[in-house]
């Protein structure tokens, strides 16, 4: 079968859905996923074919479906680095490479002599395992309460060697804490957690709304920082003196963080807004 028939074939079923630019980005994704066969490959040889299309067909199924092209391949890139990902984590954004750069850039204030790091709800395992490659010094731990994602978390930890302590356990509920865990002390605590409310879920694209975990991205209405709240009061008792704590937040909320954050007695609080001008991440620091 041809690979230019078949990439005819993905402009007449999805150009109406995704536009003609993105639907030649994900061809030329999947060609190269499933056949190793590059652009450039596939534009000196025009009569290029492969022996069994079937994968990019099925693919041209699921693209109808709107699902996620990270997930048909398996895979994505995050910081520059290879990450596994499937329907148990979250896609990895261009916005949570902004927080990681951040934590980089702040670690070498931190006069500690260990740098413990703790990554809570860690999905892919994209922002913990990102710090453990750029900080190589630093102990790092990830926590998740999805046994899939800590799996998930695993393989990707394994792919881009670095040694990660896995926590499996739920931030909310401390009956779940090892005592290591609750008694451990940290430099650094980071989390990207739940804070999509339900109100919101219309402002969602399908294609992330069906098919990414609801448990990594919703909060209820009437309590849209609970996960902050759990966090916060941890940090406050495991972080280190002058230790920093670090969230990717709601756009919409970060008044309210920042309230958050004072109340639990943090100093030196700073909102940060991310490449598309929007409330999206904010520190504070132990005093």
Known sequence: ???????????????????????????????????????????????????????????????????PI???????????????????????????????????????????????????????????????????????YALDVSPGALSTAKQNAELNNVSIEFIEANILNSETWSDDFKNEKFSIIVSNPPYVREQEKQLMKPNVLNNEPHLALFVKDENPLLFYKAIAQFASTNLEPQGALFFEINEFLGREMIHLLTTNNFVNIQLKQDIFKKDRMIKGEKN
Request: proline fraction near 4%; aromatic fraction near 10%.
């Open 1 to 67: 079968m041809k690979l230019k028939e078949i990439q005819q074939q993905y402009h007449q079923e999805l150009d109406l859905i995704y536009g003609k630019e993105e639907v030649d980005s994900f061809f030329f994704l999947l060609i190269e996923s499933f056949y190793g066969m590059t652009r450039i490959k596939l534009a000196i040889d025009s009569e290029a074919s492969v022996e069994n299309g079937a994968k990019m067909l099925e693919a041209l199924e699921q693209l109808k479906d709107e699902q």
């Open 70 to 140: 990270q997930y048909i391949i398996g895979e994505t890139e995050f910081f520059g680095l290879p990450f596994k990902v499937n329907p148990y984590t979250l896609i990895p954004r261009p916005e949570t490479e902004e927080l990681v750069e951040w934590i980089i850039k702040h670690q070498p204030k931190l006069n500690h002599e260990t740098l413990n790091i703790l990554d809570i709800g860690t999905g892919s395992g994209c922002i913990a395992i990102s710090l453990a490659k750029n900080i190589p010094t630093a102990k790092v």
